[in-house]
Nanobody, 123 residues
Framework: QVQLVESGGGLVQAGGSLRLSCAAS????????MGWFRQGPGKEREFVGV????????VYADSVKGRFTISRDIGKNTVYLQMNSLKPEDTAVYYC????????????????WGQGTQVTVSS
């Protein structure tokens, strides 16, 4: 089991940037994939993106492609979500997730979830 702790949420104006962090602990990371989901008010939970820990390859949802970037710091066991050109519709609780399979993350069924961090984008 992986323990995940997110940080970095907050309030930002439209067009601004924010970086979320997710510190992971509890298992070997060489076989791990990590990612982000979000759930806006009155909306269903949405896949944002995923990164494979070994190699760093990424996949993003179309809604954030070109604006959001996922990266990882192997030494700190931390994954980041850099969000640029934020829009009011990006307002949501953002969840960090982890699994042994990037496919399971993309399918919406990762094994581990963080507690979530609120991101609010004002117009």
């Amino acid at each position: 089991q992986v323990q995940l702790v997110e940080s970095g949420g907050g309030l930002v104006q439209a067009g601004g940037s924010l970086r979320l962090s997710c510190a992971a602990s509890g298992r070997a990371f060489s076989t791990l994939a990590m990612g982000w989901f979000r759930q806006g008010p009155g909306k269903e939970r949405e896949f944002v993106g995923v990164i494979v820990w070994s190699g760093g390859s990424t996949v993003y949802a179309d809604s954030v492609k070109g604006r959001f970037t996922i990266s990882r710091d192997i030494g700190k066991n931390t994954v980041y979500l850099q969000m640029n050109s934020l829009k009011p519709e990006d307002t949501a609780v953002y969840y960090c997730v982890a699994d042994g399979s990037s496919r399971r993350i993309a399918a919406g069924t990762p094994a581990s979830w963080g507690q979530g961090t609120q991101v609010t984008v004002s117009s």
